[in-house]
C-alpha cells in the first residue's frame, strides 16, 4: 500500500507481512499450509494469490492463467489494493469471528471487545430470542424456499407486520428480507416515470441504490442543508415528490432533524420516509425510533428499518398507509422476486420486540455506556463529531494512520471498524465504535485507555 512503510508498521506493533503471515499461520484453523496432505481449504499460492482447493481431493484447481484472456476481468487482475493492505497486515475487512458471546467474540483464536457491532440492545444471545427462533426451526423448519408472494408467506411475517404497525403506530407493516432490499423495495416501488426522490448526501448505500433502480429522478441535498432540500423541492414543484433520510445518520451517528424535514415536506406535499435502521431500540420513548423521539410519528408518512442491528437478526420492513403497503406487496420487485425471511429470524424478531418492551432497562444501559464511552473520548482529547447516539466515530486522520490504528486495537484486543474513503473525505478518515446495552463499565474503561495509549503513540491526540 502505498504511503505505508514496513519500518513505521514494526515500529507501530506487530504488524507488517512477517506478523501477518505468523497471525495467519497461528491463528486460523482454516487457512492450512500448501503442503499439508489434509483436504486444503484455501491457501495463498503465487505470491499471496488466493485460489481455492478441493475438499473432495488433491485435485488442483485450473490455472486461469493459463486460460485465454476475458477483458471483462482485467479489471479483477488489476485490483491489487486490497491484497496490498492485507500483505501490510492492515486489511480490516472479512475476519471470521469463530465465536461469539455478546460482547466479546473470537477471532484468529484470540478475544476481541466487539465494539463494532450493531447488536445495540445485546439481544443476540438472550434466551427468549434464542428459544423463539430455535422452536420456529423445529415447527417450519430451515427456510421458505420461496418468495412472499407465492409460497413463502408464514403466519409468522403476518404476525410480525401487524405487530409492526401497532408498535410503529402505522396502519400496515410489510417484511423484506433484509433492510437493503425494504429500501430499494420501498424507493423503486414508488418512484416511478415523473417522480422525484430526495436524497440527503450522507444517506445510507441502500437508500442510494434503491433511487438508482427507481424509474423516477434523483435529487442529492448537501448532509442536513435542509435550505438546499427547500429549492430542490421547489423546483420540482408539480411531480411527486419522496424525501427519505437516514433517522439516525450511519457514519456519523447524528440525528436527522424531523421536525424541519416534516415541515418542508408538508408545504410541498412530499411524502417523508424515515429509515430508522439505527434508531430502532435506540431513539424514541419505546424504542420506536426517529420520528418517535421527536413526538412526530403522525408527520412521517412511512418508516423503514431494520432487523439486523437492535432486533439481533437479520431481514428489513416499512410501516405505513395501508393502501401504499397493499401498493408495494403487489408490485415491488425486491420483495416479490426474493425468498422471504426464514422462520426462525421471523420468531427471533418477534422475541426480540417482545424483550425489549419488556426490558426497557436495556436502553437506559445503552444510553449510560454511550455517554460513558463519548465523555471518555472527549476528556481524552478525540474529536468524536456531532454524533448525539451509540454510533462513535472517533477521527484519526489518514487512510494509513487509521489502518494502523485499527490493526494495534485489534492486537490489543479491540474489535472496531474503520471508515474511510469514499466513504469519508481522505484526511478525516475515523475509528467508529458502537455500543451495546452489555458492555460493561470495565470493557468501556479498557476500550478507551487502549484508545488512549495508541493514539498518543501515533500522533492522533
Ligand atoms: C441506515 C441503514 N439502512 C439500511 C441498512 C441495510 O440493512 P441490512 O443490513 O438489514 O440489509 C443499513 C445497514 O447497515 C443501514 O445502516
Not at 475476519?95 to 473470537?106: F, G, I, L, M, N
Not at 447488536?119 to 434466551?127: E, I
Not at 430455535?134 to 417450519?140: C, G, M, S, T
Amino acid at each position: 500500500m502505498a504511503g505505508v512503510s514496513f519500518g513505521a508498521c514494526a515500529a507501530a506493533g506487530q504488524i507488517g507481512p512477517k506478523a501477518a503471515s505468523a497471525s495467519k499461520m497461528a491463528g486460523s484453523a482454516r487457512l492450512l499450509c500448501e503442503n499439508c496432505d489434509r483436504a486444503r481449504i484455501l491457501a495463498f499460492r503465487n505470491g499471496g494469490v488466493l485460489v481455492t482447493g478441493s475438499p473432495f481431493g488433491n485435485r488442483s484447481p485450473v490455472n486461469t492463467q493459463t486460460l485465454p484472456r476475458i477483458a471483462l476481468f482485467d479489471k479483477c487482475k488489476n485490483f491489487t489494493k486490497a491484497r496490498e493492505v492485507e500483505a501490510a497486515g492492515l486489511y480490516p475487512y472479512f475476519k471470521p469471528v469463530s465465536q461469539a458471546e455478546d460482547t466479546v467474540v473470537c477471532i484468529e483464536g484470540r478475544s476481541k471487545i466487539m465494539m463494532g457491532s450493531n447488536n445495540y440492545l445485546g439481544l443476540t444471545h438472550h434466551p427468549k430470542v434464542l428459544e423463539a427462533a430455535k422452536q420456529a426451526l423445529d415447527r417450519y423448519g430451515s427456510g421458505c424456499t420461496g418468495s412472499r408472494l407465492l409460497n413463502g408467506t408464514l403466519d409468522l411475517h403476518e404476525r410480525l407486520e401487524a405487530h409492526l404497525a401497532e408498535f410503529f403506530g402505522k396502519e400496515a407493516g410489510l417484511v423484506f428480507s433484509t433492510g437493503y432490499s425494504a429500501n430499494l423495495g420501498l424507493i423503486s416501488g414508488l418512484v416511478g416515470r415523473g417522480d422525484v426522490v430526495f436524497l440527503d448526501k450522507l444517506d445510507h448505500a441502500s437508500i442510494v441504490d434503491g433511487a438508482r433502480m427507481a424509474f423516477g429522478h434523483t435529487a442529492r441535498f448537501g448532509h442536513g442543508d435542509l435550505d438546499q432540500l427547500k429549492r430542490l423541492l421547489a423546483k420540482h414543484e408539480s411531480r411527486g415528490k419522496l424525501i427519505i433520510v437516514d433517522g439516525v445518520f450511519s457514519m456519523e451517528g447524528n440525528i436527522a432533524d424531523v421536525p424541519a424535514l416534516s415541515k418542508l415536506a408538508q408545504e410541498h406535499g412530499a411524502a417523508l420516509v424515515l429509515d430508522d435502521a439505527h434508531s430502532i431500540g435506540v431513539l424514541g420513548p419505546r424504542g420506536d425510533g426517529t420520528a418517535a423521539h421527536f413526538g412526530l410519528s403522525d408527520e412521517v408518512d412511512l418508516i423503514v428499518g431494520t432487523f439486523s442491528k437492535s432486533m439481533a437478526s437479520i431481514g428489513g420492513f416499512l410501516v405505513g398507509p395501508e393502501h401504499v403497503v397493499h401498493y408495494l406487496k403487489n408490485n415491488s420487485r425486491p420483495l416479490i422476486f426474493t425468498a422471504a425471511l426464514p422462520p426462525a429470524n421471523t420468531a427471533g424478531v418477534l422475541a426480540a420486540f417482545e424483550v425489549m418492551i419488556d426490558e426497557p432497562e436495556r436502553r437506559d444501559r445503552l444510553w449510560e455506556n454511550t455517554w460513558r464511552l463519548q465523555d471518555g473520548f472527549r476528556a481524552i482529547g478525540f474529536d468524536i463529531g456531532p454524533t448525539r447516539t451509540p454510533i462513535v466515530p472517533v477521527l484519526i486522520g489518514t487512510l494509513e494512520q487509521t489502518l494502523i490504528v485499527w490493526r494495534r486495537l485489534f492486537d490489543a484486543g479491540v474489535f472496531t471498524n474503520p471508515v474511510v474513503p469514499p466513504a469519508v473525505r481522505p484526511d478525516a478518515c475515523r475509528i467508529r465504535t458502537s455500543l451495546m446495552a452489555t458492555h460493561t463499565a470495565d470493557q468501556i474503561d479498557f476500550v478507551l485507555e487502549q484508545f488512549a495509549k495508541i493514539g498518543k503513540e501515533m500522533g492522533a491526540i
